[in-house]
């Protein structure tokens, strides 16, 4: 079983629909982090958190909020989405060292 | 803020030796990291560095400048399957030790 899950892998919607990524771990680690994937943008970071009661922006969070609900999980919400949302999202967890672990992503289409 | 600059394409021949080379400003750098993603996957973690040298393993190997704020991936006896998107990332200590990831170099390794 993948340690890292993300779901739904594909999605397609219209603009202003509220949508929901969700990530879950098996790993134990209490870092989790969301990142966006634009071509030749590399990796842009969204929120991450440090433990259950941590939320933290990154360099892109106008637009999104996430929920740590446990651990394991961190969801994050579009509450309008707009079409320049439309990316490839990561999520990634990781210990206190260095070493990030990713999701296999999420490609998501904003009509 | 931060910012990394990579190149955005390298091309090399099987068998040969590569550098991809990576320059950042950070004003709380930490500690770069190697990712290496390929199409249609997940980045994975390569390497880190801290301090200052080179960190070997197997065919690649990283090495970090401080006082340069640089530092190059170096793969060698290339392979086929090393044709990829690489990705330099600085961890930073404003805002709690959250990692920048640059652009992205795409390697094409030619038989």
Known sequence: DADVTQTPRNRITKTGKRIMLECSQTKGHDRMYWYRQDPGLGLRLIYYSFDVKDINKGEISDGYSVSRQAQAKFSLSLESAIPNQTALYFCATSAQGNEQFFGPGTRLTVL | ?111
């Open chain 2, 1 to 111: 803020g931060q910012s990394l600059e990579q190149p955005s394409e390298v091309t090399a021949v099987e068998g040969a030796i590569v550098q991809i080379n990576c320059t950042y400003q950070t004003s709380g750098f930490y500690g770069l990291s190697w990712y290496q993603q390929h199409d249609g996957g997940a980045p994975t973690f390569l390497s880190y560095n801290a301090l200052d040298g080179l960190e070997e393993t197997g065919r690649f190997s990283s090495f970090l400048s401080r006082s340069d704020s640089y530092g190059y991936l170096l793969l060698q006896e290339l392979q086929m399957k090393d044709s990829a998107s690489y990705f330099c990332a600085v961890r930073d200590q404003t805002g709690g030790f959250k990692t920048i990831f640059g652009a992205g170099t795409r390697l094409f390794v030619k038989a």
